[in-house]
């Protein structure tokens, strides 16, 4: 089941938190079945960052509602430049707000908390492999979202001619990001693997010097890549 998981030799590392000891236990034991490796679990947002941090799970199965510290927060703190983590948020709400906020604040996913065990370990692994996972309805609220900060003056952005110089086939996969089409459907689109289009896009985001898939997607807009 391990290797089912993942597609890898070593299972994929989680970990859950939540502040309801019955729902956080059940999320666990549902993924352990699965042969997902949960490395640590955390009832509230200051008690989350520290195991986070200590146990270094791939993928943080994260509620926002949480005591101490807001799940968004939790999230803007372990989620950055030189962090390999996934952030898959697991919330009771499925409010338009909420689900941009923690988009905003890095998260790779949203499911809302009746998504199926089917479902939620489908997100789990696609949320390790960098593919943005939504509860139906709320991708094209997200893409929407995207558009409209591109209207917007982009904050700080970097001096153009500086800008370094992307590839034929970076550029082709940033624009098929820009779209809204997941990294399996890239993938699928240009007839190359999984982890060529993951490849191509971290070597994106470092030549731009952007951190998240959300600045990537509004850089693209910004210059009408997705237009294209």
């Known amino acids: ?86 952030v898959l948020v697991l919330s009771a709400s499925g409010e338009h707000a909420d689900v941009l906020e923690a988009v905003k604040s890095g998260a790779t996913g949203y499911l809302v908390k009746s998504a199926s065990t089917e479902e939620l370990i489908d997100a789990v692994r696609r949320t390790a492999a960098g593919d943005p996972v939504f509860t139906p309805g709320l991708a094209g609220l997200v893409l929407g979202e995207y558009r409209r900060l591109a209207t917007e003056p982009p904050a700080a952005a970097p001096d153009e001619p500086g800008v370094p ?37 971290q070597n994106t985001l470092g030549k731009l010097q952007l951190h998240n898939r959300v600045e990537l997607v509004r850089y693209a807009i910004e210059r009408g890549l997705d237009d294209g």
């Open 1 to 86: 089941m391990a290797e089912e998981a993942t597609g890898e030799r070593e299972p994929l590392r989680v970990m859950v938190v939540d502040d309801h000891p019955m729902w956080r236990d059940a999320v666990a034991r549902d993924l352990e079945a699965a042969g997902f490796a949960v490395v640590a679990t955390a009832g509230d947002g200051r008690q989350a960052v520290r195991r986070a941090r200590a146990a270094v799970p791939d993928v943080l199965v994260l509620d926002l509602n949480l005591p101490e510290l807001p799940g968004v927060e939790v999230c803007r703190e372990l989620v950055g430049a030189d962090s390999a983590l996934r």
């Open 165 to 201: 110089q992307l590839t034929d086939r970076e550029t082709e996969v940033l624009r098929l990001v820009a779209k809204g089409l997941s990294y399996k459907q890239i993938a699928e689109r240009l007839v190359i693997s999984h982890r060529t289009v993951q490849n191509h896009v």
